[in-house]
C-alpha cells in the first residue's frame, strides 16, 4: 500500500479507485478534488495534446494524442504516492492546427484561435478553483500548432499568475534524448512514431502494411524552414516519414522510458516553483 492509500485509510477515505482509473480527473468526484485542493502537497494537472491527422497508411489518425496520454499515464503512475506532489491527468485534446495532412482523409482541424480560446479557457477555470499547476504534454510538431500553444500559455500565466507547464519535443537538448531519427530533423508517423504506438497500443498499428513501407527520409525541419506547408509539397505522398517498417516495440519503450524520464522532472520543477516551461524550440519562435 502506497503512502496516498495509507493517509487516506487511516483518515477513514480509503481510495476507492486503486488501479489507474484513479489517476484521471475526471474520473473523480467533486468532494475527492476537493481533498486534492486542501492538501498541502501542489497538485498538477497533465494536459495531453495531440492532432487527430492521417499517420500513414499504417498508424492510426490518434498516434499523436496516443503518445501523449501514454507519457501522462506512466508519469501519474510514477508519481502516485509521491511526498512532494499530486498528479492527474485531465481529459485530452485530440485536435490541434493539422494542415500538413489535409490531402488525406481523416484530418481533423481546429483554427488557432479556437485551440487558444480552449486551452486559456481550460487553464484559467482550474486557476480559479486552485488548480494552478497545469503542463501541456503536447505530441504535434506542425509550427502553427506550437506556435499556438505558446500563446495560450503565454496568456493564461497572464491572466491567472500560474506557469503553465511544457516539455517542448523539438528543442535541440530535448530532442537530443531521443532516437537518431528525432535527431535527423524529426519523426511524422516514422519508426521513432511507430515504435511508441506499438509500445503503448500494439493493436491499432497495421504491421503488415507497415512491414511493406519503402524509407522516405525527409528531414522535416529543413522542409519547413525552407518553406514547406504540407506533406506533399515535401514529397510525402503517404503522409509519414522515416523508416516505419524498421519501428520496433523495443524502441518505443525505449523512447517512452526518456520520455516519462522527461516529462517527470518538469513536473516535479513546475511544483517546486522552479521551472517547467521549456521556452520555444526548433519549429517555431514566438
Not at 507519457?71 to 511526498?83: I, T
Not at 493539422?98 to 484561435?113: L, V
Not at 486559456?120 to 510538431?141: E, P, T
Request: with cysteine; aromatic share 4%.
Amino acid at each position: 500500500m502506497g503512502q496516498r492509500a495509507r493517509r487516506d485509510q487511516a483518515a477513514g477515505r480509503p481510495d476507492r479507485i486503486a488501479d489507474d482509473e484513479g489517476l484521471y480527473f475526471a474520473n473523480r468526484t467533486y468532494a475527492e478534488v476537493a481533498r486534492m485542493i486542501e492538501d498541502p502537497r501542489p497538485v498538477v494537472l497533465l494536459l495531453p495534446v495531440g492532432s487527430t491527422e492521417p499517420h500513414g497508411p499504417h498508424s492510426p489518425l490518434a498516434t499523436d494524442p496516443i503518445i501523449s496520454a501514454e507519457m501522462c499515464l506512466r508519469v501519474a503512475r510514477a508519481l502516485r504516492d509521491d511526498p512532494d506532489v499530486q498528479v492527474s491527468i485531465l481529459p485530452e485534446i485530440g485536435y490541434g492546427v493539422t494542415r500538413f495532412t489535409k490531402a488525406w482523409p481523416g484530418a481533423i482541424h481546429i483554427e488557432e484561435e479556437t485551440l487558444l480560446a480552449l486551452l486559456v479557457d481550460i487553464c484559467v477555470s482550474l486557476a480559479r478553483q486552485g488548480l494552478g499547476h497545469v503542463v501541456i504534454v503536447n505530441n504535434h510538431f506542425e509550427p502553427e500548432h506550437i506556435k499556438t500553444l505558446h500563446r495560450a500559455m503565454d496568456e493564461a500565466e497572464r491572466r491567472t499568475g500560474n506557469v503553465v507547464g511544457y516539455l517542448d519535443l523539438t528543442r535541440k537538448r530535448r530532442a537530443e534524448q531521443l532516437t537518431d531519427e528525432v535527431r535527423e530533423g524529426g519523426s511524422h508517423a516514422g519508426r521513432y512514431e511507430t515504435s511508441i504506438v506499438l509500445a503503448a497500443r500494439p493493436g491499432l498499428v497495421d504491421e503488415q502494411v507497415m512491414a511493406a513501407l519503402e524509407p522516405m527520409p525527409k528531414n522535416l525541419a529543413a522542409e519547413i524552414a525552407h518553406g514547406a506547408k504540407d506533406f506533399v509539397a515535401m514529397g510525402l505522398p503517404k503522409a509519414y516519414n522515416g523508416t516505419p517498417a524498421d519501428a520496433t516495440v523495443d524502441e518505443g519503450r525505449q523512447s517512452l522510458v526518456t520520455l516519462t524520464d522527461m516529462l517527470t522532472q518538469q513536473v516535479r520543477d513546475l511544483a517546486a516553483g522552479t521551472g517547467g516551461r521549456d521556452t520555444p524550440g526548433l519549429y517555431i519562435r514566438v
